[in-house]
């Protein structure tokens, strides 16, 4: 009997195995006719100045929403399309649709100071798609705002060395970089120096917390602190209540992102978000 149940829990788990792939398969092949049929769509979730008292900028996210399976989490769907090389023409769409979008919402358009674009590290080092997403601001360098883009700390750590040669190429057209997730990927201080950044965004892992965790306090000031000797802008992320954003002014962060200051909306819902006031 014992033999029959360690058979019958191999097989059980052989199931699962194959119904992993199986989904993984159907994913990916579902993400591939997406990137055909352009199947994703765009939403901007606005930052708050702590310092200007404005809205200053809006970072660009992704969506796609599945036939079958609804909206599928850019967490799930990004780094499939990383490794089997569909970020590439992604990100030439992301590109290109928020830019024709703000061209046709002046009123978003004028409001924003930046737009923060996500960028993989694929893509950051690949010299063909990096021209064509320089041609793409090109074409709209008349009336946008300026972009930063973001870059995760194990991606600007990956080999230090393309990264630092692609990020210059990118600085020497206007583009400024920030770090994204700050805080996850242990890198140390002197390398990340080496980088020509303006802006780090500490991971909402450590914002969730405050001000009632102090391992986290700690650690946010530690940040902030660092932040302010290396001249780096900060943009605290996932801010989901007033006592956060509290603690954050008072700690001297720059700026604010979180569903306490707005949830990413499709362009058309920006305009009257960057119309509201936020007080902290
Ligand atoms: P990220 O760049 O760190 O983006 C922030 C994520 O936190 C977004 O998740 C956003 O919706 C979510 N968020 C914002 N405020 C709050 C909050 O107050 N509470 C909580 N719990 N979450 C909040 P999203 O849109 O699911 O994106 C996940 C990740 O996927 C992004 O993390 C980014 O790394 C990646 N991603 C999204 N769009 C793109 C893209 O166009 N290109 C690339 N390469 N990556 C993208
Ligand atoms: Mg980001
Ligand atoms: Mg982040
Ligand atoms: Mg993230």
Redesign the pocket.
């Known amino acids: 009997a014992a033999k029959k149940q360690g058979r019958d829990r191999h097989l059980l788990f052989h199931d699962q195995l194959r119904q992993n792939l199986l989904e993984r398969l159907s994913l990916l092949e579902d993400l591939r006719s997406a990137c055909v049929e352009q199947a994703f769509t765009?939403?901007y979730?606005p930052q708050w100045s702590l310092k200007q008292k404005c809205w200053i900028g809006a970072?660009?996210?992704?969506?796609w929403h599945h036939p079958e399976r609804g909206p599928v989490?850019?967490?799930l769907f990004?780094p499939l399309?990383?490794r089997e090389g569909l970020?590439e023409s992604?990100?030439e769409f992301?590109f290109e649709r928020a830019l024709y979008e703000l061209s046709n919402h002046p009123e978003a358009n004028t409001a924003l100071d930046n737009l923060s674009?996500?960028?993989?590290y694929p893509?950051l080092t690949n010299e063909t798609v990096m021209n064509r997403l320089f041609a793409t601001l090109t074409a709209h360098d008349k009336n946008r705002p300026n972009i930063i883009m973001?870059i995760?700390e194990t991606a600007a750590m990956e080999n230090l060395n393309d990264t630092l040669g692609a990020m210059k190429q990118w600085q020497s057209r206007g583009v400024t970089f920030s770090i994204?997730?700050f805080g996850t990927g242990y890198s140390s201080l002197a390398r990340l120096k080496q980088l020509p950044l303006t802006e780090l965004?500490i991971?909402?892992s450590f914002?969730?917390d405050i001000p009632g965790d102090s391992n986290d306090v700690v650690l946010t000031r530690a940040i902030l602190a660092m932040a302010q000797t290396l001249s780096l802008s900060v943009v605290a992320?996932?801010?989901?209540t007033e006592e956060q954003a509290q603690f954050l002014q008072s700690h001297g962060c720059d700026v604010l992102?979180?569903?306490?200051?707005g949830?990413?909306v499709p362009i058309e819902q920006l305009k009257t978000v960057l119309a509201k006031d936020v007080s902290v």
């Not at 992320?237 to 989901?240: A, L, P, R, S, T």
């Not at 992102?257 to 200051?261: D, H, N, P, T």
């Open positions: 765009l939403v979730q970072e660009v996210l992704l969506r989490s850019p967490e990004i399309a990383e970020i992604i990100t992301v674009l996500n960028l993989s893509v973001e995760t994204d997730d965004k991971d909402r914002i969730q992320e996932g801010v989901e992102q979180g569903y306490w200051l949830h990413p």
